[in-house]
């Protein structure tokens, strides 16, 4: 079955750090750009970050310098690290995966069920 | 950064009607337009790519249009399973989302 499985989502406090997981089967992993996408509480869509098939990796400004994206191929998995962690970045975060390659692909066509992340004290 | 303002926030409908949903652009982007469907508890779903290309899978009662700033979402005779929150997305400079429509049962 072609999916992607989010976990590592949880309790922490502000300034704390957090570790997302996303698990992809069913499709080649390797050769797919792929996105973390979050949605605060009763809240819309925000994409947050991209990491291409050969690692070229962007942000959204309410992230950069604090959150990194990675990923290992050869486990087929997307990572988030979270650092400085802010009451704001309490969410759902979604991976989601990029449909193509050209401009015109770059759509969202799979996404995962989110994990939580809830930054309080 | 692109802006997406979608309209309205939320529209009440019955089985059977057709809804529009509005999804404007802060600059033009083309026809680089995706809408997802997003139930309670659930990820967004692909309806329509390139603002009017269905997804495979998706009913024809879903159909797009538009190209530059202005968008439309067209639900034809509305079904149960079709309430749900609508969001379009840009993606022709980074990614971008509206804030969503909420589809209530009137």
């Known amino acids: 079955e072609v999916q992607l499985v989010e976990s590592g989502g949880g309790l922490v406090q502000p300034g704390g750090s957090l570790r997302l997981s996303c698990a992809a089967s069913?499709?080649?992993?390797?050769?797919?750009?792929m996105n973390w996408v979050r949605q605060a509480p009763g809240r819309g869509l925000e994409w947050i970050s991209y990491?291409?098939?050969?690692?070229?990796?962007l942000y959204s400004d309410s992230v950069k310098g604090r959150f990194t994206i990675s990923r290992d191929n050869a486990r087929n998995s997307l990572f988030l690290q979270m650092n400085s962690l802010r009451a704001e970045d309490t969410a759902l975060y979604y991976c989601?995966?990029?449909?193509?390659?050209?401009?015109?692909?770059?759509?969202?066509?799979?996404w995962g069920r989110g994990t939580l992340v809830t930054v309080s004290s | 950064d692109i802006r997406m303002t979608q309209s309205p926030s939320t529209l009440s409908a019955s089985v059977g009607d057709t809804v529009t949903v509005t999804c404007r652009a802060s600059?033009?982007?083309?026809?680089?337009l995706a809408w997802y469907q997003q139930k309670p508890g659930k990820a967004p779903n692909l309806l329509i790519y390139?603002?009017?290309t269905l997804e495979s899978g998706v009913p024809s009662r879903f159909s797009g249009t538009g190209s530059g700033t202005e968008f439309t979402l067209t639900i034809s005779t509305l079904q149960p399973d079709d309430f749900a929150t609508y969001y379009c997305?840009?993606?022709?400079?980074?990614?971008?989302f509206g804030q969503g429509t909420k589809v209530e049962n009137k």
């Open positions: 989601a995966r990029r449909y193509g390659d050209s401009n015109s692909g770059r759509y969202f066509d799979l």
């Open positions: 069913g499709f080649s992993f390797s050769t797919y750009r």
């Open positions: 990491i291409s098939s050969g690692n070229h990796v």
């Open positions: 600059q033009s982007i083309g026809t680089l």
């Open positions: 390139e603002a009017s």
């Open positions: 997305q840009q993606y022709n400079s980074f990614w971008t």
